[in-house]
């Protein structure tokens, strides 16, 4: 039912490092035509630390980890693309059609073909003003052992309240070289983190522990922004503020409101807010490629 790329496949046997990506960014979060450039660009990032890319989503009712150029570019590229969480995979699936996943349905997608090291950008969380609109992101982080990097929660949520979730699912957040959890769009939040580790051999130590203890939930490693990109917070709280409002004001609900707000933010901020999204996308490919050499190498001695 889930289709591993060869590549893929034969990475997993050999037991080489492999890094999941999710789809839901290029296809949702990020403007064509750049967002076909990052996905490609998140792949070889992955592939230049020395680990195999594992683009997941379905394409043609089919779910993959692991997708062909061409399966990326239709992603990022085509209308009508839907946006799956873990429980809207069966949609696509039964009509054969297409969907990007989000970080809840990638990590369901890419647990069961055995991959356990996975690069986003941000995870989904509690919204800011609507605390019942809480992203099922927390949820099957809750339930499924992978290492996720990732640099925050978006910073459009309600940071405070989505740290508060991430404990109550049983999450480890980690701090990649900080010890407060980065915003997404800036590095700090003045919300600690539980532990920080400073590089990935740290990060891969810590990791095994987890999984070889056999926890349920996930290890969140986060990675501010890289500097040169990374916004201040004061800066993109006034971007954010006001595409809240016009969420609001437009009635945007449901899955829509992520979507909407990034673009919001970008719009706002002249474009930089975008930039600081690509930098830290690339950055957390490296970083989870790095670790999941690390990993690698620990588990084979
Ligand atoms: N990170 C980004 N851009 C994105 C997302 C993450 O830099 O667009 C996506 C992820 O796929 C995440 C989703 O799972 O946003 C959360 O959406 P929601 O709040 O509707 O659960
Ligand atoms: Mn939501």
Same mark, same amino acid.
């Given at each position: 039912?889930?289709?591993?790329?060869?590549?893929?496949?034969?990475?997993?046997?050999?037991?080489?490092?492999?890094?999941?990506?999710?789809?839901?960014?290029?296809?949702?979060?990020?403007?064509?035509?750049?967002?076909?450039?990052?996905?490609?660009?998140?792949?070889?990032?992955?592939?230049?630390?020395? =680990?195999?890319?594992?683009?997941?989503?379905?394409?043609?009712?089919?779910?993959?980890?692991?997708?062909?150029?061409?399966?990326?570019?239709?992603?990022?590229?085509?209308?009508?693309?839907?946006?799956?969480?873990?429980?809207?995979?069966?949609?696509?699936?039964?009509?054969?059609?297409?969907?990007?996943?989000?970080?809840?349905?990638?990590? *369901?997608? =890419?647990?069961?073909?055995?991959?356990?090291?996975?690069?986003?950008?941000?995870?989904?969380? !509690?919204?800011?003003?609507?605390?019942?609109?809480?992203?099922?992101?927390?949820?099957?982080?809750?339930?499924?052992?992978?290492?996720? !990097?990732?640099?925050?929660?978006?910073?459009?949520?309600?940071?405070?309240?989505?740290?508060?979730?991430?404990?109550?699912?049983?999450?480890?957040?980690?701090?990649?070289?900080?010890?407060?959890?980065?915003?997404?769009?800036?590095?700090?939040?003045?919300?600690?983190?539980? !532990?920080?580790?400073?590089?990935?051999?740290?990060?891969?130590?810590? *990791?095994?522990?987890?999984?070889?203890?056999?926890?349920?939930?996930?290890?969140?490693?986060?990675?501010?922004?890289?500097?040169?990109?990374?916004?201040?917070?004061?800066?993109?709280?006034?971007?954010?503020?006001?595409?809240?409002?016009?969420?609001?004001?437009?009635?945007?609900?449901?899955?829509?409101?992520?979507?909407?707000?990034?673009?919001?933010?970008?719009?706002?901020?002249?474009?930089?807010?975008?930039?600081?999204?690509?930098?830290?996308?690339?950055?957390?490919?490296?970083?989870?490629? =790095?670790?999941?050499?690390?990993?690698?190498?620990?588990?084979?001695?």
């Amino acid at each position: 039912m889930i289709r591993t790329s060869p590549t893929v496949a034969d990475a997993l046997a050999r037991r080489s490092p492999v890094v999941a990506l999710e789809s839901t960014v290029l296809a949702h979060g990020l403007p064509r035509p750049r967002n076909l450039q990052v996905g490609l660009a998140m792949e070889e990032a992955v592939a230049s630390g020395g =680990a195999v890319p594992a683009t997941v989503g379905v394409v043609a009712g089919v779910p993959r980890v692991g997708m062909e150029r061409a399966e990326v570019e239709h992603l990022a590229m085509a209308d009508g693309v839907l946006k799956l969480s873990t429980r809207d995979l069966a949609v696509p699936v039964a009509r054969g059609t297409d969907g990007a996943t989000t970080v809840a349905a990638t990590l *369901w997608l =890419a647990m069961r073909a055995g991959v356990r090291v996975f690069a986003t950008g941000g995870i989904g969380g !509690v919204h800011r003003g609507d605390e019942r609109d809480v992203s099922a992101d927390l949820t099957e982080l809750g339930r499924t052992p992978m290492l996720v !990097v990732c640099a925050g929660a978006k910073s459009v949520l309600d940071l405070a309240a989505t740290r508060e979730a991430l404990e109550t699912a049983g999450v480890l957040v980690v701090g990649f070289g900080t010890d407060e959890l980065p915003a997404f769009y800036s590095a700090r939040s003045g919300i600690p983190v539980d !532990v920080r580790v400073d590089d990935a051999a740290q990060a891969a130590g810590l *990791w095994r522990a987890h999984r070889d203890l056999g926890l349920p939930g996930a290890m969140l490693l986060c990675a501010p922004p890289p500097v040169e990109h990374a916004l201040q917070a004061d800066e993109v709280d006034g971007a954010i503020a006001d595409a809240l409002a016009r969420a609001r004001r437009e009635g945007i609900r449901g899955k829509e409101v992520t979507p909407f707000l990034l673009r919001a933010v970008a719009e706002a901020t002249g474009g930089r807010s975008l930039e600081a999204n690509v930098a830290l996308l690339l950055n957390n490919a490296r970083v989870a490629a =790095a670790v999941a050499v690390a990993v690698a190498r620990a588990d084979g001695a």
